[in-house]
């Protein structure tokens, strides 16, 4: 099974960035496809983002498309998540994940992972 371990949250204003890490251990992540979801207070975890397991295919919410980076260095077993001109609404703990799926349907992988991390807190000030 494959452990997952999220990083690089924070507090940032309106129109910054930041980039997410997920490293992995375990299992090597090149044999799957990995993805990020975010769960903002009150609400359910959703789907922001997937890449396939050579990284040269991408997919994301609509809420995202333009403004976040997904990718990986399956060398290093690690998972990125690169997010450009953040908005309030953009505030969740996020989170990633083996998954499976397509196009925005993505779901996580619990056959290929223990459960979930405990995610990166990002706060979007206005």
């Known amino acids: 099974q494959v452990q997952l371990v999220e990083s690089g949250g924070g507090l940032v204003q309106a129109g910054g960035s930041l980039r997410l890490s997920c490293a992995a251990s375990g299992r090597t992540v090149s044999n799957y496809a990995m993805g990020w979801f975010r769960q903002a207070p009150g609400k359910e975890r959703t789907f922001v983002a997937a890449?396939?397991?050579?990284?040269?295919?991408?997919y994301y919410a609509d809420s995202v498309k333009g403004r976040f980076t997904i990718s990986r260095d399956n060398a290093k077993n690690t998972v990125f998540l690169r997010m450009n001109s953040l908005k309030p609404e953009d505030t969740a703990v996020y989170y990633c994940?083996?998954?499976?799926?397509?196009?925005?349907?993505?779901?996580?992988?619990?056959?290929?992972?223990?459960?979930w991390g405990k995610g990166t807190l990002v706060t979007v000030s206005s």
């Open positions: 994940a083996v998954v499976y799926g397509y196009g925005t349907s993505w779901h996580p992988d619990f056959n290929a992972m223990d459960n």
């Open positions: 890449i396939n397991l050579s990284g040269d295919s991408t």
